[in-house]
């Protein structure tokens, strides 16, 4: 169950990565809003064959999470199936839209593994507790990052969903793990602020 938990981790943003695609576009249409790849100003043609390479770049991933196997060895597949399907993504969104994309998978993978290593000191009865309040907290982020608000706005929308969640999480998971988690999430958000510092300069 819980090598389950990771790789559905997984998995999860495999999808999120086609389906950020086929938001960029579909947003890209209606309002030229910056999405996954509606910045980069793609032909139609070429959006379709990125998506289309995606799809089926997601569709294996797909395979190797259903299959038997220890997590080393689907982690192994995925990463051959990146190595293999990279090189195609850079050739239509160029090198450094691939660097960004990499990083950030980079980034989700070693979160799934945080959440993993937690989800193993945790009873099942706890884990299922856990998932449910994530999911929770998940879609309510996601509809926010969706909604039309600015950017500043959107922020302090989501601090206000940290701020509704964040006693129930402390309470399944415990004082000293939730500073943790607590302070690993400020890192990322402070590291967040100071890239988009960067690109705005």
Known sequence: MKSTLFLSALLSFSVSIYTHADEGTQRGKKGGKRAHFA???????QLAVLKEIMKQS???KKDIMRSEGSLEDKQAQIDAINAEYDPQIE???GTEALAQMQEKRAQVQARMKERFALMRELTPEQQEQLKSVMKAKREEMKAIRKGELEKADKQKEMEAVNTKYDPQVE???GAEKFAEMK???EQRQMKRE??????QE
Not at 39 to 45: A, F, G
């Open 171 to 173: 309470a399944i998971v």
């Open 58 to 60: 997601m569709s294996e």
């Open 183 to 185: 302070s690993k999430r």
């Open 91 to 93: 050739a239509i969104i």
């Open 39 to 45: 910045d980069l100003n793609l032909p139609e043609d």
């Open 194 to 199: 100071a890239k988009a510092d960067k690109t």
